[in-house]
């Protein structure tokens, strides 16, 4: 939240359970490890927080980024999640987490990837001249990431050689999120839906590329405002996104249209939108400062 805090519901009934405090400015994204035992959030205040999700102790503080940090994601790591060897000298395990990496994005226009062990900051991305507002990490095998901001313009990266693999270019205005199919290693999915990147933005479009074929596949044109969240459904079937238009709308990849619309989602702009990892759930934001849960069919 913009107060600095961090909050924590439980879903199912609705309870409010605990707030973390520790920045001294906004927050502007959180992100959980793939195993769910750590959270990182990152903060206008210019520094990155880990925590520990049994006990909400902050584990380490992240500095680096000369400007606002606007989002922030886990690189999942394969070996991490199939090791049986943990790191006893370390604050946070590699191996617990699924997790050694985690990567930012700011308004200084750098994209950083930071090693949770250590802290340090292993490679810095400049390739942006504008904020960068947005990323995207593959979740299934964490082999690529993505990242967009003010200058409109995609710019995909393979984690391990940290070699830029494709710029994607066709929105007119700031890109304001970035979505991989929602998966896990256990998922399967086959090489055209491993390839999808979903963006949105303030030209109001919402569009879903193909990173092999370095080409936009499709546009959805529907909303009436800047477009602030999306995401790519399980299934890959389905692109999600929600709106300042104060909706959120639900587009089929197979057919090119709009499938669903919650008008009126949030009273406010709808801010973000994210899926549980198992349940057919879809949890939206708003600036109305309340948080919402939707059960999909």
């Keep these: 939240s913009e107060d600095g805090t961090i909050k924590l519901w439980d879903?199912?009934?609705?309870?409010?359970?605990?707030?973390?405090?520790?920045?001294?400015?906004?927050?502007?994204?959180?992100?959980?490890?793939?195993?769910?035992?750590?959270?990182?959030?990152?903060?206008?205040?210019?520094?990155?927080?880990?925590?520990?999700?049994?006990?909400?102790?902050?584990?380490?503080?992240?500095?680096?980024?000369?400007?606002?940090?606007?989002?922030?994601?886990?690189?999942?790591?394969?070996?991490?999640?199939?090791?049986?060897?943990?790191?006893?000298?370390?604050?946070?395990?590699?191996?617990?987490?699924?997790?050694?990496?985690?990567?930012?994005?700011?308004?200084?226009?750098?994209?950083?990837?930071?090693?949770?062990?250590?802290?340090?900051?292993?490679?810095?991305?400049?390739?942006?001249?504008?904020?960068?507002?947005?990323?995207?990490?593959?979740?299934?095998?964490?082999?690529?990431?993505?990242?967009?901001?003010?200058?409109?313009?995609?710019?995909?990266?393979?984690?391990?050689?940290?070699?830029?693999?494709?710029?994607?270019?066709?929105?007119?205005?700031?890109?304001?999120?970035?979505?991989?199919?929602?998966?896990s290693p256990k998922t399967k999915l086959n090489d055209t839906q491993k390839d999808y990147l979903a963006s949105c933005g303030r030209d109001r479009s919402v569009r879903l590329w193909s990173i092999s074929g370095v080409c936009c596949v499709a546009t959805f044109d529907h909303h009436e405002n800047w477009v602030r969240s999306v995401l790519i459904h399980p299934s890959a079937n389905y692109v999600l996104s929600g709106s300042d238009d104060r909706s959120i709308r639900v587009f089929d990849i197979k057919s090119n249209r709009c499938l669903r619309t919650i008008d009126n989602a949030h009273p406010h702009f709808v801010s973000s939108i994210a899926m549980h990892h198992t349940l057919p759930i879809l949890v939206s934001g708003g600036v109305d400062q309340t948080v919402k849960c939707w059960p999909l069919d």
């Design 11 to 183: 879903h199912e009934s609705g309870e409010y359970i605990r707030t973390l405090k520790g920045h001294t400015n906004a927050v502007n994204a959180v992100a959980f490890t793939p195993s769910g035992t750590h959270l990182a959030s990152c903060s206008t205040d210019l520094s990155i927080k880990l925590w520990d999700f049994s006990t909400y102790v902050c584990l380490r503080t992240l500095r680096g980024h000369d400007h606002t940090i606007s989002d922030i994601k886990f690189i999942p790591s394969l070996i991490a999640l199939t090791s049986s060897e943990g790191s006893s000298n370390t604050i946070i395990d590699a191996s617990v987490a699924g997790t050694a990496h985690v990567v930012s994005a700011s308004r200084d226009h750098t994209v950083k990837v930071w090693d949770i062990q250590t802290g340090f900051c292993d490679h810095t991305f400049g390739d942006h001249n504008d904020w960068v507002r947005c990323l995207a990490v593959r979740q299934d095998d964490g082999a690529i990431m993505a990242s967009a901001g003010n200058d409109q313009t995609i710019y995909v990266y393979n984690t391990s050689s940290k070699a830029k693999i494709c710029e994607l270019r066709g929105h007119e205005h700031v890109i304001e999120s970035l979505a991989f199919v929602m998966a």
